[in-house]
């Protein structure tokens, strides 16, 4: 496939990283392309759209795995490799009751019987940390690593990734496009610490997507409500709120409209939730880039995320058939709330 950033939709910004995921029905996938990057970008493709994409990534990154991404009509012209040999290694662990374990494969593979794969050898799980406001990381992206081609489009989406990124990244991209911005807050920055410079990095957004956990570990001592934060988010200049909630669906502001609605998640059965927020946020972004209906858009990521529930790694979302994507459409827009 031919790298025509002319046929993107949109362009999206995010994590490449190497997964091992072990379910909660034990299938075992090792060494896998992954990172929300990924999973935005799959969750785009489901619904027929094509985009750009934009990471930063460790040297020892396999060329295959860019070669089978350009395959799934993605255009990989922004991504790009450290100097250094940086470890962009994720362990996932899903137990029966759907928690994520992200430390310690030892301990199961040595339960299991069977030999700690190479590829997870010194593994360590990353710590938690709060984003540093001026100093990044390998994996920053910075200006000069946006192409020159891909401001022909119109619509960045941003998946998580650290303080940095997305303060330098949003102005740049809609001065040479004036285009339009959406965001999904990073877990590094919704932090109480941040919470003064948390307007003006999400200023002028068309969509910011939150976790509650983070919504609420950001708002810590002014506000515990759902709604009241999406309001007081929506006046930073947002047009489009969305707070997802770990078992209950999701809470959408129109600050266009001032209203609010709940769509509530599809009900599968859950066997593995690894990038099921970043599944969401690229099927929203097809929706909307369709229909320009927040709700019908959320409505469509809410299913793109039932799809990722339903199995392992990004290629996952790939292989459902149009025709059941569009049944559960037609079953969850009659389940949606307005508040």
Same mark, same amino acid.
């Given at each position: ?10 362009i999206i ?10 379910? &909660? ?10 990172? =929300?990057?990924l999973?935005?970008?799959? !969750?785009?493709? $489901? ?8 990471? &930063? ?27 250094? =040999?940086?470890?962009?290694r #994720? ?11 992200? =430390? ?11 030999p700690?794969?190479?590829? $997870? ?64 807050a ?8 941040f919470?003064?410079?948390?307007p ?7 969509? $910011?997507?939150? #976790? ?17 934060i999406a ?12 707070i997802?909630r ?8 129109? =600050? ?18 690894? !990038? ?10 097809a ?18 995320? #039932?799809?990722k529930?339903?199995?392992?790694t ?13 049944a &559960? ?8 709330? $307005?508040?």
């Amino acid at each position: 496939m031919l790298n025509d950033v002319y046929s993107c939709d949109a362009i999206i910004l995010g994590k490449l990283t190497r997964e091992t995921i072990i379910n &909660r029905n034990n299938e075992i996938f090792i060494d896998q392309p992954g990172g =929300n990057l990924l999973y935005t970008a799959y !969750g785009f493709t $489901l619904w027929g759209k094509t985009a750009g994409l934009i990471s &930063r990534i460790g040297c020892d990154c396999p060329d295959e795995w860019i070669e089978e991404i350009q395959r799934n009509s993605l255009n990989t012209l922004g991504i790009s490799k450290t100097l250094n =040999n940086s470890d962009s290694r #994720s362990f996932f662990l899903v137990d029966k009751n759907n928690r994520v374990i992200e =430390n310690n494969p030892q301990k199961y593979f040595s339960e299991h019987n069977m030999p700690l794969p190479k590829e $997870l050898l010194g593994y360590e799980a990353s710590p938690i940390i709060i984003d540093n406001r001026k100093q990044g990381s390998d994996f920053t992206v910075r200006p000069e690593n946006i192409p020159e081609e891909y401001f022909e489009s119109r619509y960045l989406a941003l998946c998580p990734v650290d303080f940095l990124t997305h303060n330098m990244i949003p102005a740049f991209f809609r001065s040479r496009t004036a285009g339009e911005v959406f965001i999904h807050a990073s877990q590094g920055y919704t932090q109480s610490s941040f919470f003064y410079d948390f307007p003006p990095l999400v200023n002028g957004s068309s969509l $910011l997507l939150i #976790s509650e956990e983070n919504a609420k570990r950001l708002f810590l001592g002014k506000s515990d409500d759902t709604w009241l934060i999406a309001e007081m988010l929506a006046s930073y200049g947002i047009e489009i709120i969305i707070i997802s909630r770990k078992t209950d669906g999701y809470n959408i502001f129109d =600050n266009i409209n001032k209203k609010k609605y709940h769509v509530p998640s599809y009900p599968v059965n859950c066997i593995d939730p690894i !990038g099921v927020d970043d599944a969401f946020f690229g099927g929203f972004l097809a929706g909307y880039l369709s229909y320009f209906d927040p709700v019908y858009a959320s409505t469509i990521g809410s299913v793109t995320a #039932s799809v990722k529930y339903e199995g392992s790694t990004p290629r996952y979302l790939l292989g459902s058939l149009h025709d059941l994507l569009q049944a &559960r459409v037609d079953f969850l827009k009659e389940k949606v709330e $307005l508040i």
